[in-house]
């Protein structure tokens, strides 16, 4: 369980330097005319984004997070400026949406939300077998890891490169962190070689978190902090080594083996 709560607010959290891409969300009911299954919706400006759309409820105290589970299984793409996927709750209750937008390499650019949902009854069906991605990487072109899609108690490979900003570090120890905020527990250490600093990664928790990297000097002073955010997911219920839609339509275009038929015989 993670530490910390997702926020549920209306309103994006940009990266510094990004544009606000995501215009706006909606979730809409009646998949299939299934009052609790639903269309979740995002409005975004670039074609090239990647947007995933996590659900979350909340524990207990309101604070944790109790489960975060990536709707659909990956990322989806935009398509007519936008990116939806259908959402078949697997629980009760109040849920909340947290969709975020990534560029096509990974690099985290903003997030938002919309009101939560209450789920009075489970859907009629469960809908597609969510469908996650194999391989691949997100990037900012400083920070590396080694999935698309993460989970806990999996080993990811995090690397960081030296950018230019900051060679003059090359010499010190490399300290990685996970947290919630500036600085968090240590989750490796280890020295540049060649201009790359790498560990192996195993998060322990759902939820939101950052991912920093820093040096220290001789004398104690903290430099080169960098940060970069990810998101850790429920572990998958579908097959993986599939693809999404374009769109996140939740067609049968989604479905393994179904879903390139289709595509073959130009349906």
């Known amino acids: 369980m ?4 997702v926020a549920a607010a209306s309103c994006a959290l940009v990266a510094p330097g990004a544009s606000a ?19 979740l919706s995002a409005a975004v400006s670039n074609p090239n984004s990647q947007v995933y759309f996590y659900d979350y409820q909340l524990a207990d ?12 299984g990956g990322p989806q793409t935009v398509s007519g400026g936008t990116a ?3 959402f ?3 629980t009760t209750g109040q849920h909340f949406i947290n969709v975020v937008e990534r560029s096509a390499t990974g690099e985290y650019i903003q997030q938002g939300g919309g009101a939560p949902i209450d789920v009075p009854a489970l859907p009629k069906t469960s809908g597609p077998a969510p469908c996650e991605p194999t391989g691949g990487s997100l990037s900012n072109g400083e920070f590396s890891i080694s999935s698309r899609v993460l989970h806990p108690n999996t080993t990811y490979t995090l690397t960081y490169t030296l950018g230019a900003d900051d060679s003059a570090f090359a010499g010190y120890d490399v300290y990685f962190e996970e947290s919630a905020g500036f600085q968090g527990p240590v989750i490796g250490k280890t020295t540049f070689t060649n201009g790359v600093a790498t560990i192996q990664y195993t998060p322990k928790n759902i939820g939101e978190f950052d991912l920093n990297v820093h040096t220290n000097s001789p004398d104690g002073r903290l430099l080169g902090h960098k940060q970069f ?3 850790v997911s429920s572990a998958p ?3 993986s080594g599939c693809t999404t839609t374009g769109g996140g339509t939740g067609s049968a275009d989604g479905i393994p083996v179904i879903g390139g038929l289709l ?3 130009g349906l």
Request: hydrophobic letters at 30%; proline letters at 8%; charged letters at 15%.
């Open 2 to 5: 993670a530490g910390f709560a």
């Open 21 to 39: 891409d995501i215009t706006g969300t909606t979730w809409t009911p009646r998949v299939g005319g299934d009052p609790n299954a639903y269309t």
């Open 61 to 72: 105290n309101r604070v944790n997070v109790s489960t975060y589970v990536l709707v659909g």
């Open 84 to 86: 939806k996927v259908n």
């Open 88 to 90: 078949y709750p697997t």
């Open 229 to 231: 955010r990810i998101e």
């Open 237 to 239: 219920t579908g097959p």
């Open 263 to 265: 595509k073959a015989l």
